[in-house]
């Protein structure tokens, strides 16, 4: 008997096959003297759609809402549907005994095999391949310590109640939003909430009233000194108070009534998990969330240079502790050579802040894999996520980096002025920065004095004030999110798991209703009135992070699956009747100057990846063209500018943008400006031994080409 092993993508089975000796190839899969190893491509099949409960659900109508079938059923996906064939048919075969589930180790790994397994009613013995990285040793020792598959049914649980629960929900609330404004607008259990603090954050910004305000500095000669008042604060919203200060201090002297010195030691920065990385990829490197996860897949299954993805751990655990010098070893090339090799000439010291079995679930940190790089096969982006990957690892075998921290406050005039300035003692960790990265941990002291030098100085030594330096400065509203500051309070609010927080940002842009400007992401004005649209269950974190809380606990075996989809159907029902008995009404925001030349109804604007396009949104019409201005070399004839070209039922026309002048365009016309005369004899001029020598010969032949 054969064992059929089932892999989540075609690159993983190939390897796997490599591997494991099944070296013939057939149309869908490899086989083997042992096993025959497939793939699935993503989802083989998912939940059925509600047209497939019931045909007259094919139409979008708010009064068959909510849909909420009793036992949810499955499908194959019609895009993948000849894959599935196949796996089916391997699973049928007499040959083959046992399966192994070798999909990603992960809650929607176990989702897509168990759904794939239900629908082709596999029956026989199935074991779980969880492994964390895609190397020849992983798998090997993957292959010869397989789980038994039930150890993995709760997990299975909850990634199915997880499924569930989007689909009642966000189909739901999506198909009542779009049918009672009448416009696509779409929501969701995650989505919402996420969409909800970004525009918390712009009403924030909206109502902040910004003041002028003055910090006051004191330059003693050999340094300077900042006033604050009795609550810390250096600001002084008060001119009069400035002058007054100014007029007090300058001049002046006074002596130090307090020098405190003390060390400040700082650990090494953990190792990264997912959501980690993708921040500091963004904030480092400018990578949006989704590239950061597309670019480390590459590295984890393409290159196989670190170990799984999508974990939300930032620890290992202590089996690893053997394979630690074996990972040094393969980075201690190119720049990470002179900071990995002292490391592999004593023994590594495992502290709890890099090994705690305590803090890892189903995943440990991302690091290196023992596989040796070749820096030079990685494509840009690649070899700077693998920099940061490779220093963080490196780095967590340094020591703490240590500083002395100088605090002096001075008396002047019975008015106390602070400095603070950092001794730099032993840089530890840093060094594999170069001394540029700051620890998460540490707390934001003032950034003016930080790594300020200060001379020599001791209690009581007496100062005198040479002169006084007055800044003038205004409060700043709260700054927009960036992913990485949004990723970080999508894991702090629970919402998503590491896996998905990326795709729901994606979902946000390719909806329209928030856009990246810069590096920073902004609502667009469908996303203001969706908001407001939406459920209030749904616009703020607290709902989702209970439901994915509990989620947590289903799969730990602490939570059962029915009385959550009972909740769930129960919310479902809620939410759909608060949809109905709204009273809003919803604008579209991008409607454009032009009209549609078939219905007349005014255009859409929408972004996409070719550009701007403008769409009809009669739903009977579906006109559609490129929404990019086009510039004719006609001029206006009251205004004198460029008009712009357009299309009408009539043909093409021209219109003044400014003066609204439009004037039809004869399509017969051989008329030809003089660029066009230019770039015409530019043309044909490598013709001209067999069309002649002469302006007139070219432009004549130009003319007869251009009338054909």
């Known amino acids: 008997m054969k064992t059929l092993v089932l892999a989540e993508k075609p690159s993983v089975a190939r390897e796997i096959a490599r591997v494991m000796g099944s070296r013939d190839k057939h149309k869908g899969y490899f086989e083997g003297p042992k096993y025959v190893v497939t793939w699935a491509l993503g989802h083989l099949v998912g939940l059925a759609e509600p047209e497939d409960y019931d045909g007259k659900f094919g139409t979008w109508a708010i009064e068959d809402l909510p849909i909420l079938p009793g036992k ?13 064939k196949i796996v089916q048919q391997l699973m049928r075969r007499q040959d083959v005994g046992e399966l192994i589930v070798a999909t990603d180790a992960a809650r929607e790994g176990e989702l897509l095999a168990r759904w794939i397994m239900d629908m082709a009613k596999w029956n026989k013995p199935f074991q779980r391949l969880w492994i964390s990285s895609q190397t020849d040793k992983a798998i090997k020792e993957g292959f010869s310590s397989l789980k038994p598959g039930a150890q993995f049914e709760r997990l299975y649980q909850s990634a199915r109640c997880r499924a569930e629960a989007d689909w009642m929900i966000g189909l739901n609330v999506t198909r009542a939003l779009t049918c009672k404004f009448g416009a696509p607008l779409s929501a969701g259990r995650v989505q919402t909430p996420s969409l909800g603090m970004i525009m918390q954050r712009e009403n924030e910004i909206i109502s902040f009233v910004s003041e002028g305000y003055s910090s006051l500095r004191a330059d003693l000669g050999s340094f300077q000194v900042t006033w604050r008042g009795n609550n810390g604060d250096s600001r002084i919203f008060n001119p009069e108070e400035v002058t007054r200060l100014q007029s007090k201090l300058d001049g002046r002297s006074g002596k130090i009534i307090k020098l405190k010195k003390s060390e400040k030691t700082v650990p090494h920065p953990l190792a990264y998990d997912l959501t980690e990385l993708q921040r500091d990829a963004n904030r480092m490197l400018g990578f949006s969330a989704k590239q950061t996860s597309n670019v480390l897949q590459r590295l984890y299954e393409q290159h196989k240079l670190v170990t ?28 990470y050579a002179p900071l990995a090799r002292p490391l592999l000439r004593k023994p590594l010291t495992l502290s709890k802040r890099i090994v705690d079995d305590s803090k890892v679930t189903d995943h440990h940190a991302i690091i290196p894999t023992e596989q040796t790089v070749l820096l030079n096969a990685l494509s840009s982006e690649e070899r700077k996520l693998y920099d940061l990957i490779v220093r963080r690892f490196i780095s967590l075998f340094y020591p703490p980096a240590r500083f002395d921290n100088v605090a002096v406050i001075v008396d002047i005039a019975g008015e106390n002025l602070h400095a603070k300035g950092t001794t730099m003692k032993d840089s530890g960790w840093r060094i594999v920065y170069d001394g540029q990265a700051m620890d998460e941990d540490e707390d934001g002291d003032d950034t003016e004095e930080r790594g300020t030098t200060l001379p020599e100085l001791r209690e009581g030594e007496a100062v005198t004030v040479k002169k006084c330096l007055v800044q003038a400065g205004r409060t700043l509203p709260p700054k927009r999110y960036t992913e990485a500051a949004l990723l970080t309070q999508m894991e702090k609010h629970g919402l998503g798991t590491p896996a998905t927080r990326a795709d729901i940002i994606e979902k946000l842009v390719n909806s329209d209703t928030i856009e990246r400007q810069g590096n920073s992401l902004h609502p667009t004005g469908k996303g203001k009135q969706l908001i407001q649209l939406a459920p209030a269950d749904l616009r703020t974190p607290e709902l989702t992070a209970r439901w994915e809380a509990e ?49 007349g109804t005014r255009l859409l604007e929408k972004k996409t990846a070719r550009g701007l396009v403008l769409t009809c949104p009669s739903e009977d019409c579906g006109y559609r063209r490129s929404g990019e201005k086009r510039l004719s070399n006609r001029r206006c004839p009251q205004c004198h500018k460029k008009m ?51 302006l007139g010969d070219l432009l004549k032949a130009a003319m007869e080409k251009k009338g054909k």
């Open 644 to 694: 712009e070209m357009k299309e009408g039922k009539a043909g093409p026309y021209v219109q003044c943008l400014g003066c609204g002048i439009t004037e039809t365009m004869n399509q017969d016309s051989k008329h030809v400006n003089k660029r066009e005369q230019q770039k015409l004899v530019n043309q044909f001029a490598k013709k001209q031994e067999s069309i002649g020598s002469n």
């Open 72 to 84: 949810m059923k499955l499908k194959v996906l019609k895009e993948s549907s000849h894959q599935y």
């Open 551 to 599: 989620l947590e606990r289903i799969a730990r075996g602490q939570g059962k699956p029915e009385p959550f989809l009972l909740g769930i159907r129960d919310m479902a029902q809620s939410l759909i009747n608060g949809v109905k008995n709204s009273e809003a009404t919803y604008k579209p925001h991008n409607v454009s100057n032009s009209h549609c030349p078939d219905c």
């Open 308 to 335: 799984y993805p999508r974990t939300d751990s930032r620890y290992l655990t202590s089996d690893m502790g053997d394979t630690l010098k074996e990972r040094l070893n393969s980075v201690a090339v190119g720049p």
